[in-house]
């Protein structure tokens, strides 16, 4: 295990032990588990679920509307979020949720954490924190409720940390500020606004828990996919799924597409199943064939 997992898991088990029961901080490893039981993949030391890289991977080649058909068919309608100002909107961001709670200052609670932090000789609870228990993969998923004004998660020299330490993105439901300079990194960012101020009149409430994106609940772990457009949340379990849904999506759609280049088929005759049975056969042929299985 590298110093950065150490430090990691120390972290974790730390606020975890001491505050867990209270829903503040973060799930212990047990309880980790026990929300993400079925996710068939290794794990982080601290339980969080490890999609593979090489389902990682196969995933950058999947559009959103193609994974968020299947996560609805399965029982998962609230894995979307839209309506983002985005960042190099041209580069898609994929990696797993690492996901971080923000909340509104409250003087009772924050001074409970306080003294429970200084018990245990922890580092001041705060956005880096977060930040440096990134991996390379992780994406940090920031529910700042919306909040813009010091609702600023990062600014560029935070922003530049996470993308050379990560290499995948960052997603805020608040604000980020030195945008231009952010921009130029080539990091893909989601977020809700822009202002001046630094992060403030806010405490750090939970680090992977799970929280609220918008319309979205989010995981620790989910694998984050982002098109330029909007975001969805895919359950560890069902990302092989996505994957081949979405290769066989694309098979189906190209033969369409091929069928209505001959200029022979009206839209009904092709378009959401073929009405011809001789079509319909055609239409399995051609998948099984692109998809290397004949029979």
Known sequence: MDARSLWTMVVILSLGAELGRAQVFSFTREQMMEYTTKSPYERFPDGRPKVPDAVIEKLKNVLIEEGWGLLRGKGFPNQYEGDWKVLNSGTKLVGRAVTVQFMPVRADVAEAMEAARKTKNLPALRNQTVIDMLEPGDV????????????????????????????????????????????????????????????????????????????????????????????????????????????????????????????????????????????????????????????
Do not use: C
């Open 140 to 295: 940090a998923v920031v529910d700042l409720y919306g909040k813009i004004e010091s609702g600023t998660f990062v600014g560029d020299k935070l922003a530049h940390y996470i993308w050379r330490t990560t290499g995948t993105g960052l997603v805020v439901d608040g604000a980020m500020f030195w945008l231009p300079n952010i921009e130029k990194s080539g990091m893909p960012a989601y977020y809700r606004g822009t202002h001046p101020s630094s992060l403030g009149n806010v405490m750090l409430t939970g680090i992977n828990v799970p929280i609220r994106v918008g319309d979205a609940t989010v995981m620790p772990g989910d694998v984050v996919l982002g098109d330029g457009h909007g975001l969805l949340f895919i359950p560890p379990q069902l990302a092989e799924e996505v994957v081949k849904a979405a290769e066989t999506t694309q098979i189906r759609d190209e033969w369409m597409k091929q069928k209505f280049d001959t200029r022979q088929y009206k839209s009904s005759d092709i378009y959401g199943r073929p009405r011809d049975p001789a079509l319909a056969k055609e239409l399995e042929e051609y998948i099984k064939k692109r998809q290397g299985n004949p029979k």
